[in-house]
């Protein structure tokens, strides 16, 4: 292991030292340096809640099998590759696997104190090593709302800090960013270092662990259309921003601007990691408007319905993990044409 080593020089990401898409412009607007992302947040699920675990079983042997999950997961990766794509987001809670809201559902790779389960760690290795293969960014989400509260005091969110960002630095992934928690202004968090007053403290953290001279890169994410913290700003490695609920495509244009005006930001990169809006075949869009910012994008997607032509999408579980439905090809088509593939 050791290698792809992801690293920032200026605003641009580096993948072992070159810039992601090397000289590539897509009608005019710099990609070098960008992530073209999508939010694939479920490839641990699990759902140990007895009473909720149903909800998730797929269809032909009408049980739910998070290893099957992750081995799925595994398998749509080189086809994910060929399209472009560079970089996931995924989480180690998840995120709401029936759309928007919260259930009942215990998805969590923590225990009450902190610490790794295990099972979750194990279905995490297998997907970190086949990006490791095919030299993709992962950007490891921690903690998510509707989740957290599984942890019983801050000193146990801490220590899941801690065991997850020694474990990748000691099993050499060099490839791996952290997201500390999806959308800390959310309310519904219950632990209030992981909300916007205090979740910097977590991202210096990150930044202060090392295992033979390494480290992590580090960020949190703000829910669809907010700007980040100043103290965020002034913390994070990279920002994170999201989409979603922005219908006016220019004000993800303004979201950048608004960024970059913070006090404390230094030029780091901009990474849209969620976005719900797909018009990819009209003359503007949420994802053209990132990338004529310099920003990179990610594609999400929490369908539970199968529709004609329409397949259970990455966030709804159980996850078709492949790249078969009209919505998630008009996205990776897209990929490949910016890509230059």
């Not at 099998?65 to 060929?82: I, L, Q, Y």
Request: glycine share 8%.
């Amino acid at each position: 292991m050791g290698l792809p080593i992801v690293s920032i020089v200026g605003d641009a990401f580096q993948i072992n030292g070159q810039p992601t898409y090397a000289g590539r412009y897509w009608e005019g607007n710099k990609i070098e340096g960008l992530l073209l992302n999508s939010r694939m947040v479920q490839g641990v699920f699990d759902d140990e809640n007895p009473d909720t675990r149903d909800l998730f079983k797929y269809s032909d042997t009408r049980t739910w099998d998070p290893n099957r999950n992750t081995d799925e997961f595994v398998a749509a990766m080189d086809s994910w590759v060929s399209y472009g794509l560079n970089c996931f987001t995924l989480n180690l809670q998840g995120g709401s696997p029936t759309g928007y809201g919260n259930a009942e559902w215990l998805n969590s790779a923590f225990t009450s104190d902190g610490s790794l389960k295990p099972a979750y760690v194990e279905r995490l290795n297998r997907i970190l090593a086949k990006a490791e293969e095919l030299d993709m960014v992962v950007i490891l989400g921690l903690y998510y709302f509707g989740q957290d509260q599984h942890l019983e005091d801050e000193a146990a969110v801490v220590r899941g800090v801690d065991e997850v960002v020694n474990w990748v630095l000691v099993e050499g992934y060099r490839n791996v960013m952290i997201e500390i928690c999806n959308e800390c202004d959310i309310p519904e968090y219950t632990h209030e270092v992981l909300r916007p007053s205090r979740v910097h403290e977590l991202i210096e953290r990150v930044k202060c662990y090392e295992v033979d001279g390494q480290r992590l890169l580090a960020s949190v994410s703000f829910r669809g259309g907010a700007i980040p913290t100043a103290k965020v700003v002034a913390s994070a490695d990279f920002i994170l921003l999201h989409g979603n609920d922005v219908e006016d495509t220019e004000f993800i244009k303004e979201m950048v601007v608004q960024t970059k005006a913070i006090s404390g930001y230094r030029g780091q990169p901009i990474v849209f990691n969620e976005d719900d809006h797909y018009d990819y075949d009209k003359p503007e869009s949420n994802f053209r408007s990132a990338i004529e910012s310099y920003a990179s994008w990610g594609y999400f997607d929490y369908r539970r319905s199968n529709e004609k032509d329409i397949s259970i999408g990455y966030q709804s579980v159980p996850v078709d993990w492949g790249v078969n439905d009209s919505r998630k090809r008009a996205f990776f088509e897209y990929v490949k044409v910016i890509a230059g593939l």
